[in-house]
């Protein structure tokens, strides 16, 4: 915590808000039983205005939802969040096949009597955790009517036959969500109106050599530029409609530098790591175009990163 | 903005320039390409760099005020060289991959002027080539040419800075144009008095047919050149129809014309047209006429020394090309088995002949009627059409031979076999008759040379016009020479020595008569598609000349020709092979397919593939 705090210091956010966190911390301790819960993050979200949108939604009461186009830190900002608000997580996948009994609990048998055995959603309220809601738009909208009660001013979930909770006062969650990939629809209003929206930028390219930098402190910064730009020009040619978005991969493009680090050469890193999540053989002709613009195929680590 | 949409190569070439400037919200109107379609990563990047750098719509203008001078290209290529110099100097701290990007396109100069034809060469503006290598060969840690003065200070000046802005850059490209060639643009536009009205200027483009030549240069011949050899066209429309003078170039080059004047004009009145229109036909042997002419001298020399060539490699090859012919022999017997009819033989029953039918009454021989004979023999023949562009440079070795094994393997099957090779120039489609149907002896194949463009549409047109002889007459059957013609009859019209004895008009009538081409799809002529009502002519090349010899096999197919294409090219040709042939075509690699892709390509014609 010590150490994020420190970097959204460095990140310039609002000193008045990380006090208003440092109050919130002190006054809901995590409970001993769910401690592990809370994330120690391996990634750190970059984008100072975004942070500030974030803690103050979760110091105002309100339940978030991260709307944004793939690889824009969704999910490494609900980590973060959590890491900063000390509440231990609850992470839910959302899928087609979700439904409420898998949100908020279902009947077990303990061997003599029918029991409730407790989903994520009651565990997260009952705990006073954050419960990420990653996906949500995956999800029909039938499952989700569950959340309703608890989502609003009413902040209570009633499992008929067995018993009704009120959210702890702490307790958030914060969904996820992303228009454009297959398999998503359009969020139900009445779900969408329980949420304040914050809609997650691209990352910028300065927040980008950060975080590659941060993650590979080894990195040589002249090379890191060079992998950002690699990045930005990949994402305006998506935004253009030349290629698809499924090459613009930050996690690919951190992958590639980890593989370089394990011995890799460049060439043969990025085209793992990025053009072949292309499989149009057409489109991995462009990206390679656009990497061997910018990239030498044949760096090795020893050239991309200080001893 | 909408975007047109593009297809390929050239969706990859704006790809390319739009990431160098970094944005998308332009159609760049500046596209580099190598001769084998390949767009140029470097120059296109250069092209997408001017456009982040500088005021792309200035330099447009820039390059416009020239456009009708006759050395615009020349000055393109050159200004080129100059701003590739800015830009990469304005770029390189941000990338620094440019450096080696750059080096390895010096690299690639080099690579590219070794597979140039002398024809590419002579095309080639001796003082672009010296600043081009001047660069080139500075950055690829070459040895630098010999330079006059003169060029020694263009090269100096060709180095634009990287710290000027637009209009700096703009001023020492006029400086650059007035002080080597003493060309103001814009003055010179105002002098001319056309103005800016591109249509005016587009018009009174023109370029000589004089340097339209034929060369014939030595490729590596046995089809493993990694590039394919594209003719390049330069930058202006050739306007001008073919004269006389061209005419006396080709008779000179390639002999004597087997059709008369005025069968030529007839022929040429019914297939140039649309847009072939302009265009002139030639027929020959090669039956060679006495000329002083130094060029179809050398033309001559270069024929008969890859002959050489071609005889030389077929000796070596011997073995490897008789087992594949026996190859093809075979696998075709088994595909022309089904098609065999049973020669018919006079007896005393069956269909009575009428001819002879007095033959009862008057001498008393019953022997009138006729009846399905125990000898067979298959009804139909086969026409070879080699194109002999100058695509075909590095595979001319290859493709004398690929000819011969196929000529031979249907001449084993009885099947008459005519083959001519193709190309074009200075407006003129040569067929040149390499064997005809009454021949025997295959070895005229190896006459085959690859040497000027390839008008593909109107050779296939011209030769399914060929019926038995190079008589046009005797197309009659494909119904649309009139009547009234000077051809009219058949049989009759001009029975000159030239034709006498060619083909026995029987060797082809009444048979079914296939078509095979062996080609690289990628028709290219230095003469312009006939211009469609007001619009300018297009060049004969890319998407608007396969659509040309689309049409013209469509035509030759809806005449009862079956067309087949054995494709000898580049894989970037595939999606031309497709149109122009539809699935009847067959890619060959190497003399080994041949037995199999052949074989293959006949059966699907025979089964009725039109």
């Known amino acids: 915590m010590a150490e994020l705090s420190a970097f959204l210091k460095e990140e310039g956010i609002s000193p008045a808000l990380l006090q208003k966190v440092e109050e919130f911390r002190k006054q809901y301790p995590v409970q001993a039983d769910c401690a592990s819960r809370v994330p120690d993050p391996e990634y750190l979200y970059y984008g100072r205005k975004t942070w500030e949108l974030a803690i103050a939604a979760i110091l105002s009461g309100n339940h978030l939802l991260l709307a944004g186009p793939k690889a824009t830190g969704k999910n490494v900002l609900c980590e973060n969040l959590s890491a900063l608000f000390g509440r231990p997580l609850w992470n839910m996948s959302f899928h087609v096949g979700t439904d409420a009994a898998s949100l908020v609990g279902t009947d077990t048998f ?83 109106s329980r949420f304040v929206v914050l809609n997650m930028p691209v990352i910028a390219e300065e927040d980008l050599g950060k975080l590659i930098s941060r993650r590979y402190p080894s990195i040589r910064p002249k090379l890191r530029d060079q992998f950002v730009k690699l990045y930005t020009e990949l994402e305006r040619k998506a935004e253009s409609a030349e290629i698809s978005d499924s090459a613009v991969d930050l996690r690919g493009l951190l992958d590639a530098l980890s593989l370089m680090a394990q011995g890799l050469s460049s060439g043969d890193a990025l085209e793992m790591g990025i053009v072949n999540k292309s499989f149009d053989n057409y489109e991995r002709g462009l990206i390679r175009d656009v990497i061997s613009a ?12 200080e001893a | 903005m909408i975007k047109k949409q593009y297809t390929g190569n050239a969706r990859r070439a704006r790809n390319i320039i739009w990431n160098a400037a970094g944005r998308y919200d332009f159609d760049p109107p500046f596209m580099a390409f190598f001769a084998n379609g390949v767009p140029d990563t470097y120059f296109n990047m250069v092209a997408g760099l001017v456009a982040k750098w500088l005021d792309l719509p200035s330099i447009l203008h820039f390059f416009l005020e020239y456009e009708s001078d006759h050395r615009a290209a020349e000055f393109d290529d050159l200004l080129w060289l100059g701003l590739e110099n800015c830009v990469y100097e304005k770029e390189l701290p941000e990338r620094p991959h440019l450096e080696a990007l750059r080096k390895r396109r010096a690299e690639r100069f080099y690579e590219e002027q070794a597979s140039y034809s002398r024809q590419q060469m002579a095309y080639q503006s001796m003082m672009v080539y010296t600043q081009q290598e001047f660069r080139w060969a500075g950055i690829s840690g070459r040895r630098r040419p010999l330079m006059t003065p003169r060029e020694a200070r263009m090269a100096e000046a060709l180095r634009f800075s990287g710290s000027l802005g637009t209009e700096e850059l703009l001023t020492e490209m006029r400086r650059f144009l007035m002080d080597f060639f003493h060309y103001d643009p814009g003055r010179s536009r105002e002098k001319r008095g056309i103005g800016a009205n591109p249509l005016l200027r587009a018009i009174l483009r023109h370029e000589g047919n004089a340097k339209d030549r034929l060369l014939v240069r030595m490729g590596s011949g046995e089809g493993n050149h990694p590039k394919a050899v594209q003719q390049r066209h330069i930058r202006t429309i050739r306007r001008s129809d073919p004269t006389e003078k061209d005419a006396a170039y080709i008779r000179d080059v390639f002999g004597r014309s087997l059709l008369s004047e005025g069968e030529l004009r007839i022929l040429e009145r019914e297939l140039c047209i649309g847009s072939d229109e302009g265009c002139r036909l030639w027929v020959t042997r090669g039956d060679k006429v006495e000329t002083t002419d130094k060029d179809a001298l050398e033309v001559r020399e270069s024929a008969a020394r890859q002959q050489k060539k071609n005889e030389e490699w077929f000796r070596e090859h011997a073995a490897l090309l008789s087992g594949s012919m026996r190859a093809l022999a075979a696998k075709l017997e088994t595909v022309l ?274």
Not at chain 1, 294 to 305: G, K, N, W, Y
Not at chain 2, 508 to 520: E, S
């Open chain 1, 110 to 192: 303990d061997g003599q009597a029918g029991s409730f055995r407790p989903g994520p959603v009651w565990l997260c309220a009952k705990k006073g955790g954050f419960g990420i809601l990653d996906e949500i738009n995956m999800a029909k909208n039938e499952a989700l009517a569950v959340l309703h009660a608890a989502l609003d001013f009413r902040r209570v979930l009633d499992v008929p036959g067995y018993d009704r909770t009120e959210l702890r006062s702490e307790t958030r969650f914060i969904a996820t969500m992303n228009y454009g990939y297959a398999g998503t629809r359009d969020l139900n209003e009445a779900l969408a």
């Open chain 2, 337 to 610: 088995s089904s098609y065999y009819m049973h020669v018919p033989e006079m007896s005393r029953a069956g269909r009575v002949r009428s001819e002879v039918v007095w033959r009862l009454p008057v001498i008393n021989d019953n022997r009138v009627f006729l009846r399905s004979g125990e000898e067979t023999e298959p009804e139909l023949c086969v026409d070879l059409l080699l194109d002999a562009s100058q695509s075909r440079m590095h595979s001319q070795e290859v493709l004398a031979a690929e000819a011969w094994i196929i000529c031979r393997s249907f001449e084993k099957n009885h099947i008459p076999v005519r083959v001519h090779m193709f190309r074009s120039l200075r407006g003129f489609t040569v067929l040149e008759c390499l064997r005809s149907f009454g021949e025997r002896d295959s070895r005229a194949l190896l006459r085959y040379y690859a040497g000027g463009w390839n008008r593909d549409g109107l050779a296939i047109e011209a030769l399914a016009r060929m019926g038995d002889g190079h008589s046009a007459h005797s197309f009659a059957g494909a119904g649309s020479i009139s009547s009234g013609s000077a051809f009219g009859g058949a049989g009759t019209g001009f029975s000159g020595p030239a034709f006498a004895g060619m083909d026995s008009s029987a060797s082809v009538q009444g048979k079914t008569r296939f078509l095979l081409i062996l080609t690289d799809a990628a028709p290219n002529d230095s003469h312009p598609l006939a211009a469609e009502g007001l619009n300018l002519p297009k060049e004969y090349e890319g998407a608007a000349a396969v659509t040309a010899a689309q049409e013209a096999v469509r035509i030759v197919r809806s005449q009862g020709l079956r067309v087949g294409a054995v494709f000898h090219g580049n894989t970037s040709h595939l999606e031309n092979v497709h149109q122009i042939y539809g699935q009847n075509y067959v890619r060959i690699r190497q003399a080994s397919q041949l037995a199999e892709g052949v074989s293959e390509l006949f059966l699907k014609l025979m089964r009725g593939g039109k």
């Open chain 1, 294 to 305: 910018r990239i030498p195929s044949d760096l090795t680590s020893e050239l991309v990163f």
